[in-house]
Structure formats: C-alpha cells, structure tokens
Nanobody, 125 residues
Framework: VQLQASGGGLVQAGGSVRLSCTASGGTVRGSAMGWFRQAPGKEREFVAGTPRSGSATYFADAVKGRFTISRDNVNNMGYLQMNSLTPEDTAVYFC???????????????????WGQGTLVTVSS
C-alpha cells in the first residue's frame, strides 16, 4: 500500500487546513488510520487516529477540539481537518495505515505498517 499525503502549506495563525491521504495498491477499509507530525528537532508524535472499525476517533490533547479525522472508504482516502491553527502546529504531517493495529496502540507509530511521505504545514504568527 502506498500513501500520499497532501494539502500542506503556509497558513496564518487561526486559519484552517485540510490534509488528505490517498491510498493506492490497497484499501483503507478495515485498517486503522493515523496522523502523526514531526516538528524540527522533535520526535514524531501522534495527532489523531481512528481504529479499524472506524467507530471512534482519538486525538492528542494538544489538538483536541481543533482537529478532526475522517476516512472515505469509497474513495480510499483519509482526511485531517485542522482548525484554529497556532505556530506550535508547524510540522511535517504524516498519514499512516495499520491493517493490524489494535485500538489500544493507535497512538504508537509501531502500530502502523504503511506511511506516507509527509506534508509540511507551516503556521505563521
């Protein structure tokens, strides 16, 4: 499965961005989907995830209430809607797919088998 993340760019603080994740060579249906980010000089961190069932969503405390995650099983895509952005949200954002991921591990990078290349989001103050 190949994942392609897109939608990043430069946005002003308080603005919104929607990231897309396109899957090819496989299906997002039945897989956990996660979004992670990595800021310069920092480790990759969990942002949002949805389990294989798609029945719930999980968010890092830093983005709760501002970000939403969704999945389109028909078009084989995932999305991360980011609102009320702050400069602290500046990072490269990665989408990931975990066909074997269990819900309790959604926040861990090791739960995911496939990763996109990342898309840079820069939030200016």
């Amino acid at each position: 499965v190949q994942l392609q993340a897109s939608g990043g760019g430069l946005v002003q603080a308080g603005g919104s961005v929607r990231l897309s994740c396109t899957a090819s060579g496989g299906t997002v249906r039945g897989s956990a989907m996660g979004w992670f980010r990595q800021a310069p000089g920092k480790e990759r961190e969990f942002v949002a995830g949805t389990p294989r069932s798609g029945s719930a969503t999980y968010f890092a405390d830093a983005v709760k209430g501002r970000f939403t995650i969704s999945r389109d099983n028909v078009n084989n895509m995932g999305y991360l809607q980011m609102n009320s952005l702050t400069p602290e949200d500046t990072a490269v954002y990665f989408c990931a797919l975990g066909p074997r991921a269990i819900t309790s591990s959604l926040r861990a990078p090791y739960a995911y088998d496939y990763w996109g290349q990342g898309t840079l989001v820069t939030v200016s103050s």
